[in-house]
Protein backbone atom coordinates (compact mmCIF):
# COMPACT_ATOMS: atom_id res chain seq x y z
CA UNK A 1 0.00 0.00 0.00
CA UNK A 2 2.91 2.55 0.91
CA UNK A 3 4.97 1.56 -2.46
CA UNK A 4 1.43 2.49 -4.31
CA UNK A 5 0.90 5.70 -2.49
CA UNK A 6 4.57 6.54 -2.72
CA UNK A 7 4.77 5.88 -7.05
CA UNK A 8 1.48 7.88 -7.24
CA UNK A 9 3.38 10.73 -4.90
CA UNK A 10 6.03 9.90 -7.57
CA UNK A 11 4.35 10.28 -10.63
CA UNK A 12 2.55 13.16 -9.58
CA UNK A 13 5.77 15.36 -9.00
CA UNK A 14 6.76 14.38 -12.47
CA UNK A 15 3.01 15.28 -13.39
CA UNK A 16 4.28 18.74 -11.87
CA UNK A 17 7.89 18.99 -13.76
CA UNK A 18 6.10 18.01 -17.00
CA UNK A 19 3.54 21.19 -16.23
CA UNK A 20 6.12 23.40 -15.71
CA UNK A 21 8.39 22.46 -18.89
CA UNK A 22 5.04 23.06 -20.61
CA UNK A 23 4.76 26.39 -19.36
CA UNK A 24 8.17 27.51 -20.09
CA UNK A 25 8.31 26.23 -23.58
CA UNK A 26 4.90 27.16 -24.42
CA UNK A 27 5.02 30.55 -22.51
CA UNK A 28 3.85 33.55 -24.81
CA UNK A 29 6.41 36.62 -25.23
CA UNK A 30 5.64 39.19 -22.30
CA UNK A 31 4.03 36.28 -19.67
CA UNK A 32 5.78 35.37 -16.76
CA UNK A 33 6.89 32.06 -16.24
CA UNK A 34 4.87 32.26 -12.50
CA UNK A 35 1.50 33.65 -14.76
CA UNK A 36 2.63 30.69 -17.57
CA UNK A 37 2.88 27.75 -15.22
CA UNK A 38 -0.16 28.61 -13.30
CA UNK A 39 -2.42 29.35 -16.45
CA UNK A 40 -0.76 25.40 -17.59
CA UNK A 41 -1.63 24.32 -14.39
CA UNK A 42 -5.02 25.46 -14.54
CA UNK A 43 -4.96 23.48 -17.81
CA UNK A 44 -3.90 20.23 -16.72
CA UNK A 45 -5.93 20.50 -13.37
CA UNK A 46 -8.70 22.68 -13.80
CA UNK A 47 -10.14 21.53 -17.21
CA UNK A 48 -9.12 24.79 -17.97
CA UNK A 49 -12.40 26.67 -17.53
CA UNK A 50 -13.61 29.31 -14.50
CA UNK A 51 -11.69 28.61 -11.16
CA UNK A 52 -13.89 26.16 -8.91
CA UNK A 53 -14.95 27.32 -5.70
CA UNK A 54 -12.72 25.33 -4.00
CA UNK A 55 -9.42 26.51 -5.77
CA UNK A 56 -7.29 23.94 -7.16
CA UNK A 57 -7.29 20.53 -5.33
CA UNK A 58 -4.71 18.80 -4.66
CA UNK A 59 -4.53 14.85 -6.30
CA UNK A 60 -4.70 12.59 -3.61
CA UNK A 61 -1.29 11.67 -2.63
CA UNK A 62 0.31 14.86 -3.53
CA UNK A 63 1.63 16.27 -0.76
CA UNK A 64 3.16 19.90 -0.26
CA UNK A 65 3.77 22.07 2.58
CA UNK A 66 5.83 20.78 5.57
CA UNK A 67 8.51 21.85 8.54
CA UNK A 68 10.39 25.08 7.58
CA UNK A 69 12.38 27.21 9.40
CA UNK A 70 12.56 31.02 9.16
CA UNK A 71 12.58 34.24 11.10
CA UNK A 72 9.57 36.13 11.98
CA UNK A 73 9.38 39.99 11.65
CA UNK A 74 10.38 40.37 15.53
CA UNK A 75 13.48 38.15 14.42
CA UNK A 76 12.47 35.17 16.33
CA UNK A 77 13.44 32.48 14.70
CA UNK A 78 10.11 30.52 13.80
CA UNK A 79 8.75 26.97 12.57
CA UNK A 80 5.59 24.97 11.49
CA UNK A 81 5.29 24.12 14.89
CA UNK A 82 4.92 27.19 15.64
CA UNK A 83 1.90 27.25 13.84
CA UNK A 84 0.62 23.62 14.28
CA UNK A 85 -3.26 23.21 15.38
CA UNK A 86 -3.97 26.30 13.23
CA UNK A 87 -5.12 27.31 9.36
CA UNK A 88 -2.69 29.02 7.39
CA UNK A 89 -2.95 31.14 4.17
CA UNK A 90 0.45 31.61 2.60
CA UNK A 91 1.87 33.47 0.04
CA UNK A 92 5.42 33.76 -1.50
CA UNK A 93 6.93 36.97 -2.62
CA UNK A 94 8.63 40.13 -2.04
CA UNK A 95 7.78 43.57 -0.48
CA UNK A 96 9.46 45.38 -3.63
CA UNK A 97 7.29 43.02 -5.90
CA UNK A 98 5.21 45.98 -7.80
CA UNK A 99 2.11 44.50 -8.83
CA UNK A 100 1.40 41.09 -8.25
CA UNK A 101 1.93 40.47 -4.81
CA UNK A 102 0.51 43.66 -3.42
CA UNK A 103 -2.67 42.51 -5.15
CA UNK A 104 -2.68 38.75 -4.00
CA UNK A 105 -2.03 40.31 -0.42
CA UNK A 106 -5.21 41.98 -0.69
CA UNK A 107 -7.28 39.32 -1.87
CA UNK A 108 -5.70 37.29 1.30
CA UNK A 109 -6.83 40.26 3.67
CA UNK A 110 -10.03 40.64 1.86
CA UNK A 111 -10.39 36.98 2.06
CA UNK A 112 -9.75 36.97 6.12
CA UNK A 113 -12.04 40.13 6.39
CA UNK A 114 -14.80 37.99 4.53
CA UNK A 115 -14.04 34.99 7.06
CA UNK A 116 -15.60 37.02 9.95
CA UNK A 117 -15.02 35.02 13.01
CA UNK A 118 -13.84 31.69 11.28
CA UNK A 119 -10.34 33.92 10.65
CA UNK A 120 -9.60 34.29 14.57
CA UNK A 121 -8.66 30.76 13.47
CA UNK A 122 -6.28 31.37 10.18
CA UNK A 123 -2.75 32.81 10.53
CA UNK A 124 -2.23 34.59 6.78
CA UNK A 125 1.62 34.35 6.17
CA UNK A 126 3.79 36.03 3.62
CA UNK A 127 7.07 34.43 3.03
CA UNK A 128 9.75 36.40 1.34
CA UNK A 129 11.93 34.87 -1.35
CA UNK A 130 13.92 38.12 -1.55
CA UNK A 131 15.66 37.65 2.11
CA UNK A 132 18.38 40.22 1.18
CA UNK A 133 15.97 42.98 0.76
CA UNK A 134 13.16 41.51 3.30
CA UNK A 135 14.75 42.10 6.73
CA UNK A 136 12.73 41.54 9.46
CA UNK A 137 12.02 44.92 10.10
CA UNK A 138 11.35 45.67 6.13
CA UNK A 139 8.45 42.94 6.70
CA UNK A 140 6.95 44.42 9.86
CA UNK A 141 6.02 47.70 7.82
CA UNK A 142 5.05 45.75 5.11
CA UNK A 143 2.53 43.19 5.99
CA UNK A 144 1.14 45.16 8.38
CA UNK A 145 -0.28 47.63 5.37
CA UNK A 146 -2.20 44.84 4.46
CA UNK A 147 -3.65 43.19 7.52
CA UNK A 148 -3.01 43.51 11.16
CA UNK A 149 -2.32 39.50 11.95
CA UNK A 150 -0.20 39.24 8.66
CA UNK A 151 2.95 37.72 9.90
CA UNK A 152 5.99 38.25 7.66
CA UNK A 153 8.65 35.44 7.19
CA UNK A 154 12.30 35.76 6.08
CA UNK A 155 15.59 34.06 6.50
CA UNK A 156 18.91 33.42 5.38
CA UNK A 157 18.78 32.33 1.50
CA UNK A 158 19.07 28.93 2.31
CA UNK A 159 16.29 29.00 5.17
CA UNK A 160 14.06 30.61 2.35
CA UNK A 161 14.98 28.37 -0.27
CA UNK A 162 14.08 25.28 1.71
CA UNK A 163 10.74 26.91 2.36
CA UNK A 164 9.94 27.41 -0.88
CA UNK A 165 10.92 23.68 -2.14
CA UNK A 166 8.14 22.40 0.56
CA UNK A 167 5.38 24.52 -1.09
CA UNK A 168 7.30 24.23 -4.93
CA UNK A 169 7.96 27.84 -5.13
CA UNK A 170 9.74 28.47 -8.10
CA UNK A 171 11.71 31.83 -7.67
CA UNK A 172 14.51 33.59 -9.67
CA UNK A 173 16.15 36.88 -9.36
CA UNK A 174 15.90 39.23 -12.79
CA UNK A 175 17.88 42.36 -13.37
CA UNK A 176 16.10 45.33 -14.23
CA UNK A 177 18.45 47.20 -16.23
CA UNK A 178 15.84 49.99 -16.44
CA UNK A 179 15.82 50.93 -12.33
CA UNK A 180 18.54 50.43 -9.57
CA UNK A 181 16.86 47.85 -8.18
CA UNK A 182 16.62 43.66 -9.42
CA UNK A 183 13.13 41.82 -9.46
CA UNK A 184 12.27 38.41 -8.49
CA UNK A 185 10.53 36.42 -10.89
CA UNK A 186 8.28 33.65 -8.71
CA UNK A 187 5.06 31.58 -8.82
CA UNK A 188 1.73 33.30 -7.58
CA UNK A 189 -0.40 30.96 -5.66
CA UNK A 190 -1.98 31.19 -2.19
CA UNK A 191 -1.86 27.90 -0.22
CA UNK A 192 -4.47 26.99 2.57
CA UNK A 193 -2.84 24.56 4.85
CA UNK A 194 -4.03 22.84 7.73
CA UNK A 195 -3.52 22.43 11.39
CA UNK A 196 -1.45 19.93 10.35
CA UNK A 197 1.06 21.87 8.27
CA UNK A 198 0.11 20.14 5.06
CA UNK A 199 -1.61 22.28 1.80
CA UNK A 200 -5.62 21.56 1.71
CA UNK A 201 -5.45 23.87 -1.43
CA UNK A 202 -4.23 26.36 -3.39
CA UNK A 203 -5.40 29.27 -5.41
CA UNK A 204 -4.17 30.27 -8.12
CA UNK A 205 -3.70 34.07 -9.17
CA UNK A 206 -6.27 36.45 -9.63
CA UNK A 207 -8.75 34.07 -8.03
CA UNK A 208 -12.15 35.62 -6.11
CA UNK A 209 -11.45 36.72 -2.59
CA UNK A 210 -14.88 35.38 -2.14
CA UNK A 211 -14.05 32.25 -3.21
CA UNK A 212 -11.10 31.78 -1.02
CA UNK A 213 -13.51 32.44 1.67
CA UNK A 214 -15.69 29.72 0.86
CA UNK A 215 -13.15 27.53 -0.14
CA UNK A 216 -11.23 27.91 3.37
CA UNK A 217 -14.56 27.53 5.31
CA UNK A 218 -15.67 24.86 3.30
CA UNK A 219 -11.96 22.47 3.87
CA UNK A 220 -12.29 24.03 7.42
CA UNK A 221 -15.49 21.91 7.83
CA UNK A 222 -14.69 19.03 6.12
CA UNK A 223 -11.67 18.76 8.14
CA UNK A 224 -14.11 18.98 11.14
CA UNK A 225 -16.45 16.10 9.90
CA UNK A 226 -13.47 14.41 9.53
CA UNK A 227 -12.09 14.34 12.56
CA UNK A 228 -9.73 17.17 12.26
NI1 LIG B 1 5.43 39.40 -6.71
Not at 93 to 121: I, Q, S
Not at 206 to 220: F, L, Q, S, W, Y
Amino acid sequence: MLRIVRAVALLLIAVLGAVWAYAWATRTPGESLADAMASRFATVFGGGGAPALGGLSLPQGLSLGGPFTLVDQAGRTVSEKDFAGRWMLVYFGYAYCPDVCPTELGVMAHAMDLLGARADRVVPVFITVDPARDTPAALADYVGRFHPRMQGLTGTPDQVAAAARQYRVYFSKVENRDTTGYLMDHSSFIYLVGPDGKVRALFRPEMKPEDIAGAVTARMAEARGGNG
